[in-house]
Nanobody
Framework: QVQLVESGGGLVQAGGSLRLSCAAS????????LGWFRQAAGKEREFVAS????????DYADSVKGRFTISRDNAKNTVYLQMNSLKPEDSAVYYC????????????????????WGQGTQVTVSS
């Protein structure tokens, strides 16, 4: 079992930045891809970014490309999401998720592919 705990959410003005963190515990093997998803009120949970277990590849939703950066530190069992140039439409609960995977450079885009999830952290961007 792997547990994920997100942190770093909060209230920020449009144009500002936040860095989300997601710490994993309970798994000694770091062979899992990690992703960030978000869910705004009344909407479906949507893909934001994903990174392979070895950091060989990262990919992003079109809506955040060039503004968000996903990274991971396997020594700390932590994945990060650096969010810059935030917009009000980025407001949502942000979830990190993990997918067991030994494939180098493989990322996952669908929420149904992920094996475990965190509880989420709220991000609110004011205009």
């Amino acid at each position: 079992q792997v547990q994920l705990v997100e942190s770093g959410g909060g209230l920020v003005q449009a144009g500002g930045s936040l860095r989300l963190s997601c710490a994993a515990s309970g798994q000694t093997d770091d062979h899992y891809a990690l992703g960030w998803f978000r869910q705004a009120a009344g909407k479906e949970r949507e893909f934001v970014a994903s990174i392979s277990w070895d950091s060989a590849r990262a990919d992003y939703a079109d809506s955040v490309k060039g503004r968000f950066t996903i990274s991971r530190d396997n020594a700390k069992n932590t994945v990060y999401l650096q969010m810059n140039s935030l917009k009000p439409e980025d407001s949502a609960v942000y979830y990190c998720a993990g997918k067991f995977s030994y494939y180098s450079g493989v990322v996952y885009f669908s929420k149904g592919e992920y094996d475990f999830w965190g509880q989420g952290t709220q991000v609110t961007v004011s205009s």
